[in-house]
């Protein structure tokens, strides 16, 4: 059988929010139960740090699937017609090991972050939570407005960005508000998306109102950084995974080198509460925090998902990577 290459459409189409929060939930419930591999990431800088080659490779039980998502991360291509974001996902079987789908990367990435935070959001913020407060407007801030909606009733949105322009311009196309501030934006807010490319805190704890849900997704990797030790030591916290948070989250690993809070801060995984091993919020008042690293199964899951879908559908064009014996 051919290799299926599935691009920017084809997994837009083929990966809506709602349904892509659900893949999540299920990649991350098979990952608590043990049920899947997944090392650390490596990543490959280049001598002058503008951008990275990152290589994530897992295997997954149920769905059982095996693959690698090759990625560059360029931080530098905003204003270019370039995402920060770029690559391809290899999806194989596990039988034979046969090559099934190179999937656009980027998409997925796009796609499956929000999905996360949408997962995380629902298993952790108020259920009547409706005030929702973006700090960034680049690619992530326009699909986390689309998966909080997706699990939230979201009646008021408030962004801000670095650049003010930039933040107009977003508030302007999603038809939300402007904050000239992210103080301005956070306070008051039930639900809170850091997405940008800070690498000094954004967000203060002080700002954060009784009851809030934060969603951390921008610093994925040192030296980037969005929180102050006080948002994290404030907030009951969880992660995607304990391992890739105490290696990778600056977010999280600051204020324990500054004695702020303890590895034993970490409340728990996704997986955990999504398994009830773990009790998520505890009260109305209580602060949630969701710190997110992005880890190779949701990009596994989502283009097993998104392969599926298209053999089912037809979608999807060829290519002649047979894995069959020519001699
Ligand atoms: P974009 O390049 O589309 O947007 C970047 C945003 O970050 C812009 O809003 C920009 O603001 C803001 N920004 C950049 N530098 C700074 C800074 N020093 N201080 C404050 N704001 C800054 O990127 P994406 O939306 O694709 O990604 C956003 C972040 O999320 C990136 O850091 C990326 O690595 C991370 N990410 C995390 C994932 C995860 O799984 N956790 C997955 C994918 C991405 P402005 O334009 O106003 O200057």
């Known amino acids: 059988m051919d290799t299926l290459v599935l691009g920017h459409r ?7 929010m ?13 990952l608590a139960r043990g049920d899947a591999v997944l090392p650390l990431r490596s ?19 149920e769905p059982r699937a095996l693959g690698v998502k090759v990625v560059t991360v ?17 999806l194989f079987e596990t039988e034979n090991g046969r ?7 980027g998409t997925v990435t796009e796609i499956r972050t929000a999905a996360v935070s949408g997962l ?3 298993l952790l913020a108020r259920p009547d939570a409706s005030t929702l407060a973006i700090l960034g407007s680049g690619t992530q801030a326009g699909v986390h407005l689309e998966a909080m909606r997706a699990v939230r009733p979201i009646r008021e949105v408030r962004v801000w960005s670095r650049t003010e322009a930039h933040g107009r311009a977003f508030a302007a196309r999603h038809g939300v508000s402007f904050a000239p501030t992210a103080r301005e934006a956070v306070e008051g807010a039930d639900i809170v998306c850091t997405v940008t490319g800070a690498q000094a805190p954004i967000l203060e704890g002080e700002w954060l109102a009784p009851g809030a849900h934060v969603n951390a997704v921008g610093a994925s990797v040192p030296p ?12 009951r916290l969880f992660v995607d995974r304990r391992e890739s948070a105490l290696n990778e989250a600056e977010d999280v690993r600051v204020p324990i080198r500054e004695g702020r809070i303890g590895e034993d801060h970490i409340a728990g995984e996704l997986g955990d509460l999504l398994l009830g091993r773990v009790a998520g919020r505890s009260g109305p008042h209580e602060i949630t925090l969701f710190k997110s690293l992005g880890l190779a199964v949701e990009d596994l899951a989502a283009a097993h998902h998104v392969y599926a879908q298209a053999r089912a559908r037809g979608a999807g064009s060829s290519l ?6 020519h001699g």
């Open 120 to 122: 995380a959001t629902r």
């Open 10 to 16: 084809e997994v837009r189409a083929l990966l809506p």
């Open 320 to 325: 002649e990577i047979t894995g069959e014996r």
């Open 224 to 235: 980037y950084r969005e929180l102050d030790s006080a948002a994290v030591a404030r907030s």
């Open 99 to 105: 090559l099934l789908a190179v999937v656009d990367a």
């Open 43 to 61: 990543a490959t800088a280049l001598p002058d740090r503008r951008g990275f080659l990152g290589l994530m490779p897992s295997y997954l039980g």
């Open 74 to 90: 360029f931080p530098g291509n905003l204003g270019t017609p370039y995402e920060s974001h770029q690559g391809a996902i290899l």
């Open 18 to 30: 709602a349904e892509c929060v659900d893949v999540m939930a299920a990649a991350f419930a098979t």
